[in-house]
């Protein structure tokens, strides 16, 4: 499936499944060029490597749910539910992601990400305007 194809939403959740695969080279494509993201990892090919070594061997998605969408001419914002195990850990956080166009293409550019200990009691009822509580520092 092309970039151009997906929407907001259905962006995000292809990046977990691409996580979930091992397929860095689609997370690496899928971020904005003017995100953090890519002046951390200017180099894709270094990137990948690196989601091989580090990342593949320590980390299992077990459930992804978009909860709200919100979006307006070339940026868009997306919540989304994570359950996962790191390291052996059970971890669930939501987060807030960013998305802008890249031509036709919709691109992850930032976000931010809520602990389990900041989740309110039904994180089902998550939306974007949840996250303006936050500290906007810790948006990365």
């Not at 320590?58 to 868009?76: F, M, P, Q």
């Not at 039904?122 to 305007?129: A, G, I, Q, V």
Request: hydrophobic share 30%; charged share 25%.
């Amino acid at each position: 499936m092309s970039m151009t194809s997906y929407t907001p939403s259905e962006l995000i959740m292809a990046r977990t499944e691409a996580f979930a695969c091992g397929d860095f080279g689609f997370i690496y494509d899928s971020y904005h060029p003017e995100s953090n993201f890519r002046r951390q990892f200017p180099d894709r090919g270094e990137y990948c490597r690196y989601g091989v070594e580090s990342l593949s061997p320590d980390y299992k998605i077990i459930d992804c749910r978009v909860l709200d969408e919100v979006c307006g001419g070339d940026e868009s914002r997306v919540v989304f539910l994570m359950r996962m195990h790191v390291q052996g850990t059970s971890l669930q956080f939501a987060e807030l992601a960013w998305l802008k166009k890249e031509g036709s293409a919709w691109r992850y550019h930032r976000g931010q990400k809520m602990t389990s200990s900041e989740l309110p009691a039904d994180p089902e009822t998550l939306s974007c305007r949840d996250f303006s509580r936050l500290d906007p520092d810790t948006i990365y």
